[in-house]
């Protein structure tokens, strides 16, 4: 896989594992029984409280038998509705952000940005949830949690079979997300672990805004 398909199943996937935290609630969702059940109970708490995110992240990407592909880190910012930030540091210097309209891809080296509608653009993925409509809730079917190690998992489904991923996993601490785990069509994980968590700081929108620098290509939607 090349540098540049890379970074575009990387968009896909940020964008799916970011919605969780970006959208606003989850109770469509839920099982009938979902405020006895205890992983669901954590999920809703968290989706209910959090506002806003910001963090460091380590991110691995490894195939179906856990052989790593790409290691990567940065910080990431998240704020409701439809807003996040993903800075990646190493291995390349990429910035994939939301303003709530638009998600944009800048690849600093390759002197390139992307820029796709949030749905649109996306298709059949769990950025739809960015929308704000509620009856998108409707396309993940909740499939229980378990404990390994003081970590709470939280496992959500598409229920559309077109979807580009499998399923996405929530690891929850005593207080925080602190673990995601995504796993696409193809056996592939993104595997993507938070420290440094500060919950409901305010941020302004600002920081939602990509300011391109002179000379950089700009393909897509609203590149002009």
Known sequence: MGRTSIANTFLIRLVATAMLVAAGGLSAAAPAQGNDDPGMRRLQEFLQSVESLQAHFEQRVVDQNQQLIEQASGTVVLKRPGRFRWDYAEPYERVVLADGERVWMYEVDLEQVTVRPMVAGLGETPAALLSGDPDVLDRFDYQGYSVVDDITWVQLAPVSPAA???????????????????????????????????????????????????GVDVIGAGGG
Not at 179 to 208: H, K, M, P, Y
Request: aromatic share 10%.
């Open 164 to 214: 580009d991923f499998e399923y996405i996993r929530l690891g929850f601490d005593r207080q925080n997300l602190v673990r995601l785990e995504l796993r696409d069509r193809l056996g592939q994980s993104t595997q993507i672990s938070f420290d440094g968590i500060v919950i409901n700081q305010l941020i302004d929108d600002a920081v939602f805004q990509l300011q391109v620098p002179d």
